[in-house]
């Protein structure tokens, strides 16, 4: 039964509960608006706004609806979602590339996670890592908020601590829930719709479906930990020596909450860069994943890049370079395919582009388009399905490990779980600290 953890299958459904985003009204223009009544509220002095009783009848006396009212959420999020990307898109990125010796590896990725476990710094990371803060002195979150956050980040580590050092019988329990509590500080720094915890939901976000080992969400399930996961990188962020951008999501997430999707663990292994090889090994099946180089051209009009995809032998399908690099010169030369981008266009991608342990960038042909998952949630979908095995098919999880069912199965998950604890630190460091640390 578990050989269904190397099936490549994917549903799709057209499918939304209550919106998340919505144009109508025009959120900024309210805004607008009741700034201008602000204005009109001050010139009238005490003595007649005391007439009106109060600044909130003062501006329905001026027409203007109530900007808290709860329906309105939608349109307030499409708004913060908006901002936030237009402010990420127009500032000098913050983040810096870390390269990291091999040797000192595991050792210095834990100094750095444990360095995020400081009140100060959690305070500081609030405000690089959300564009639209602000840079006034009560900007940004509070002291006990950023406690909170330290006491997530501890966990998480100490949870990804007893995982690494426990028996592969164990890891998928303990990697998803240190995942999890990571995940809580990456949503409330990063996200454009949560500024505390006590506002992220008690669901997991997803579903697993016990039946077809598979895992579900967007569309009409239950929000939680991992829609807002996703909602939380309203930008992507593609940062190499000499390259660095930001891609606009926005389509991404407005499309996640409308199309539910049923996947499976084969589909989402081939979408991880340092499964390549042992997937196309144990499957038979091709990898999602195409080694990719940016390089600059020679352009007298603009700065342009050169997006070079595939190893030589091996290339994407011309559909999904056609979905990611839309309305952009596509080409081939030496068996790779060739996109050349002006760099002042590059956030009009709708490529999903991952960077591995090295620092190396990989196309990925995207199952779900136009739904971009940011690598972290897709780790997450892959460990909470292993983990429901684990718990919940004790027997034949332990076959796997055993290699009594498949080696090809067998190697497909000891593979995985070697790979992803070594590049679990990397994924929670680049999605919550001031680094993007690789290894060199």
Same mark, same amino acid.
Request: charged share 20%; proline share 5%; aromatic share 10%.
């Given at each position: ?71 309105? #959420? ?30 000192? @590896? ?52 100490? #949870?990804? #601590?007893?995982? *690494? ?30 500024? *505390? ?28 930990? @991992? ?17 660095? @951008? ?121 199952? @779900?388009?136009?739904?971009? #998952? ?67």
């Amino acid at each position: 039964m578990l050989e269904q953890i190397a099936l490549d299958s994917l549903t799709h459904t057209v499918a939304s509960n209550q919106p998340m985003f919505s144009t109508v009204p025009d959120y900024a223009s309210l805004l607008q608006e009741k700034s201008n009544i602000l204005e009109k509220w001050k010139a009238l002095g005490q003595s007649n706004q005391r007439g009106f009783g109060s600044l909130r009848k003062f501006e329905a006396e001026n027409n203007l609806i109530d900007i808290k009212d709860p329906e309105l #959420l939608p349109s307030k999020n499409t708004y913060l979602l908006h901002n936030e990307i237009q402010k990420r898109l127009s500032r000098e990125e913050p983040l810096s590339l870390l390269p990291i010796e091999p040797l000192d @590896f595991d050792d210095a990725t834990l100094e750095l996670a444990e360095s995020l476990e400081n009140v100060i710094e959690i305070k500081e990371l609030y405000k690089l890592r959300k564009a639209s803060v602000g840079n006034s002195s009560n900007a940004g979150i509070s002291t006990e908020e950023a406690a909170k956050l330290k006491n997530c980040f501890n966990q998480g580590r100490e #949870l990804f #601590l007893s995982g *690494r050092n426990g028996s592969l019988m164990v890891k998928p329990l303990n990697f998803f829930y240190a995942l999890t509590a990571y995940t809580y500080g990456v949503i409330v720094l990063n996200s454009p719709f949560r500024y *505390r915890k006590d506002m992220l939901p008690g669901s997991h976000g997803m579903a697993y479906l016990p039946t077809s080992i598979q895992a579900q969400f967007g569309g009409d399930s239950a929000r939680g930990t @991992f829609s807002d996961l996703v909602s939380s990188f309203p930008t992507h962020l593609i940062k190499t020596p000499g390259i660095s @951008f930001n891609i606009d999501c926005s389509r991404s997430l407005m499309s996640f909450y409308e199309n539910r999707f049923d996947v499976s663990l084969g589909t989402l292994l081939s979408m991880v860069p340092e499964m390549a090889d042992y997937y196309q090994l144990t499957t038979g099946n091709p990898s999602r994943c195409f080694p990719l180089e940016i390089a600059s051209t020679n352009n007298i009009r603009s700065v342009t890049w050169e997006f070079q995809i595939g190893n030589g032998e091996t290339r994407p399908s011309s559909a999904s370079i056609e979905h990611a690099f839309n309305g952009f010169n596509v080409s081939e030369r030496y068996g790779k395919t060739i996109v050349t981008v002006p760099a002042a266009n590059a956030s009009k991608l709708n490529a999903i582009i991952y960077t591995d342990l090295r620092g190396n960038l990989w196309f990925v042909e995207n199952p @779900f388009f136009p739904i971009m #998952l940011p690598e972290i949630a897709v780790h997450f979908l892959i460990t909470s399905i292993f983990s429901n095995i684990m718990r919940y098919r004790p027997d034949e999880w332990g076959s796997v490990l055993l290699n009594e069912v498949s080696s090809n199965i067998s190697l497909l998950t000891r593979h995985y779980f070697s790979s992803f604890q070594r590049k679990f630190m990397l994924l929670i460091l680049r999605a919550s600290s001031r680094f993007i640390p690789y290894t060199i």
